[in-house]
């Protein structure tokens, strides 16, 4: 069974940054894709960004393209979104994901999933 466990959620007003992040309990997580999820009332969840197995390459959805960054620190098995440039439209709460075989953001292929973390975007 993999754990994950998401931190670093909060208040931010519109323009502000926070970064969230992800443990994992996952041995193998450096050969795991990792992925960063949100949902906000009312809405379907969606993917926001991953980061393919080994780290190097990532991929976000449109809508936080150049705010948004994924990146994993593998030796401490440890993902994190550094999130800038925070619109109000970002509020949701936040979901960390980890995929055994390939990589996509598509949240319906992750196999484990963390708790959440709430991000709120005041205007």
């Known amino acids: 069974q993999v754990h994950l466990v998401e931190s670093g959620g909060g208040s931010v007003q519109a323009g502000g940054s926070l970064r969230l992040s992800c443990a994992a309990s996952?041995?193998?997580?450096?050969?795991?894709?990792m992925g960063w999820f949100r949902q906000a009332p009312g809405k379907e969840r969606e993917g926001v960004a991953v980061?393919?197995?080994?780290?190097?390459?990532?991929y976000y959805s449109y809508s936080v393209k150049g705010r948004f960054t994924i990146s994993r620190d593998n030796a401490k098995t440890t993902v994190f979104l550094q999130m800038n440039s925070l619109k109000p439209e970002d509020t949701a709460m936040y979901y960390c994901a980890l995929k055994r075989w390939g990589c996509t953001l598509r949240s319906i292929d992750f196999d484990y999933w963390g708790q959440g973390t709430q991000v709120t975007v005041s205007s």
């Open positions: 980061s393919y197995p080994g780290g190097v390459n990532t």
């Open positions: 996952e041995s193998s997580y450096g050969s795991r894709c």
